[in-house]
């Protein structure tokens, strides 16, 4: 069982930046693939970046590329995703995830996560 706890949310002007932290709890965050989704009002839920076990090489969503970062820290069970040059389109809820099996390009589907986080609102200001 993994629990996530998201913070770091909040308001920010277009072109702002924030940074996202999920805080894992158990023993065996360091076995899991990490995910950040968002979900914006009457939108379906969509991927926006993931990161190995072993911090790989990371994947992230079309829309995102080149502005948002993930990371980890097994040592501390958090996984971070920096958010820079934010836009009103970023404005979402934002979930992280922990996936035991996922891996590669499985990692973009939600159903591959087991579990997830409560979320936290990002809004982003024109």
């Known amino acids: 069982q993994v629990q996530l706890v998201e913070s770091g949310g909040g308001l920010v002007q277009a072109g702002g930046s924030l940074r996202l932290s999920c805080a894992a709890s158990g023993r065996t965050f360091s076995s899991y693939a990490m995910g950040w989704f968002r979900q914006a009002p009457g939108k379906e839920r969509e991927f926006v970046a993931a990161?190995?076990?072993?911090?790989?090489?990371?994947y992230y969503g079309s829309s995102v590329q080149g502005r948002f970062t993930i990371s980890r820290d097994n040592a501390k069970n958090t996984v971070y995703l920096r958010m820079n040059s934010l836009k009103p389109e970023d404005t979402a809820v934002y979930y992280c995830?922990?996936?035991?099996w996922g891996s590669g390009s499985t990692l973009y589907l939600s159903e591959r996560y087991d579990y997830w986080g409560q979320g936290t609102q990002v809004t982003v200001s024109s």
């Open positions: 995830a922990a996936s035991l």
């Open positions: 990161i190995s076990w072993n911090s790989g090489v990371p």
